[in-house]
């Protein structure tokens, strides 16, 4: 066996996990809005059981509908809850996994939009993020919230599930109450360690005294709170062994506050298995198994760490989102064919908080989320497919619609695949998106996808292919707004400048400070050039992931890039622009390259030609519209399904 400590069983307290692979709990918003359990979550759980996790741990729960932190949060502060919880559990043990839930109560990382009420907390203190003043709880109070959380794990255990996990991380209420950062109180619940672990302590006292004592109990928290006055991972030491001697049977080392939350949820900036040095530091001081997390995304990092003794079970959070197999695939030695998680953050952190959406999905993994009616299934008549283009959209269209038993073809008309796509891992930190190319260029020539590459696909090569469907994933090109001079055959595109087609002088001016604009300012950066960025808009980076805008920030900042911000370009000059800025004109100039990154717009020549002369067609990506891959690849999925 390759991966023999990863694959082997482990028992927390009474309970025997098959394998060391967690699903940690990740708020999904798939609960519907009650709180009630929705089909939608089934499905989503269901599909990691069956793809071979050992231990599922179901999201934040609340405990107190004025303890949620996100709209549609599943709860379990009535009993009402209980029979949809049933159906959940029998739903995940059908397919072998241990479900446990965690039980949750927001404090003062929420908002009165969400609760319809102000937030409570240890001291009056707001939240850096949610930034409203939460009520300081009664002494009362406190005590009625410990029976509470006792009240909701005895649901959880006439619900099946296999034991409770005590929410204490993250800067939630349970994690305020633990950290000096947050709780000023003086009375029995603070002033000193002890006195601020009285919570906690109590909760799983109070837990153990009515669900008994075979019944597994795991608390979570935050190893190191990465905040100023929050706790370290020496503090956290002696909070592991007051859990340890409170009853629990187990321990789940996190990190951060949502003060820190750019390390809470980490980008691809972030090293993988950055926490693992908590676990190992937690291992150290206790007997029960200890759970770390923290990008680990790949079986042989997690069997490393398990093998080196730094933790006995590893959680996989955004890679379980990316792919629901990832046990069974580790299993069979299909390492190949896993999803990866790149650490973009666009489609599950920043559909989470993005109105149009709200729930996550993966930008990898499109089909996640949609279990129940986004499905792969065997075409009744296999058919003859071509795909124009060989980007992200075009790729995950090919393998789709091929393991549905279709005949696909895809042509792109450069001699390498990716698409721009490819050309985005080139700036620092983006290395990982290669990671998601290769899966789909995997898959496709596992289901028999025929690349033709260098080969630019027109109106007579189509229709002498007579297919049954096109599917034109031709993308975008860079865009050129009519501003005078702007033609000026010295300037490079930003893409070209990223590829190593051109080359460019030391002190740079790039007009444009979105994605593309930022991230070629921080290759350039990092290659020592001076560069300055010009910007329409308030700000630079407005289009990037907020995690991810942190950690790019802090390097253009070390790298000295100067940003001009709210300036529109009127004329480009041989060496510069002039702009318009707070209503006055400004001269920049002095540069010795000019690079072009104002966005893109969609390139479609081929479907006025082809429509009514194919059966079966369908354009997505930036073809219809310039936007992210995130939109590419699912229109791609859902357009391969159709056929």
Known sequence: ??????????????????????????????????????????????????????????????????????????????????????????????????????????????THEVIGSQPVAPSPIPCPVDREIPRELTTEEVYDLIEKFGDAAVRARDAGFDGVEVHGAHGYLIAQFMSAYSNKRIDEFGGDLTSRMKFPVDIVKNIRAKVGNGYPIIFRFSGDERVPGGRTIDESRVVAEKMEKAGVNALHVSTGVYGSIPWLIAPSAVPPAYNVYAAEEIKKVVKIPVITVGRINDPNLAEDILEGGKADLVSLGRESIADPELPNKTAAGMINEISPCIGCMQACVGYLFDPKYLKISCLVNPFTGREGELKIEKAAAPKKVVVVGGGPGGLEAAWVAAKKGHKVTVYEKEEVLGGQYRIGAIPPTKQDILKALRYYITMGKKYGVEYKMGVEATEELILEENPDAVILATGGVPLMPNIKGIDNPKFVKAIDVLEGKKEVGMNVLVVGGGMVGVETADFLGEHLHKVTIVEMLPEIAKDEQDAVKYFLLKRLNEYGVKAITGATVKEFLDDGVVCEKDGKEEKIAGFDTVILAMGAKAYNPLEEKIKGKVPELYVIGDAVKARKAVEAIEEGARAAVKI
């Open 1 to 110: 066996m390759k991966f023999p400590v990863l694959l082997s069983p482990i028992k927390i307290g009474t309970m025997e996990v098959r394998n060391r692979f967690v699903v940690p709990p990740m708020g999904t918003n798939f609960a519907n809005p009650d709180g009630s359990v929705s089909k939608q979550l089934i499905d989503y759980l269901a599909a990691r059981s069956k793809g071979g996790y050992g231990l599922i741990i179901v999201e934040v729960t609340a405990i107190d509908p004025l303890g949620k932190a996100i709209p549609w949060q599943p709860g379990i502060w009535d009993d009402k809850f209980v029979p949809g919880w049933k159906e959940l559990v029998d739903e995940v043990h059908k397919y072998g996994a241990k479900i446990v839930v965690q039980l949750h109560h927001a404090g003062r990382q929420t």
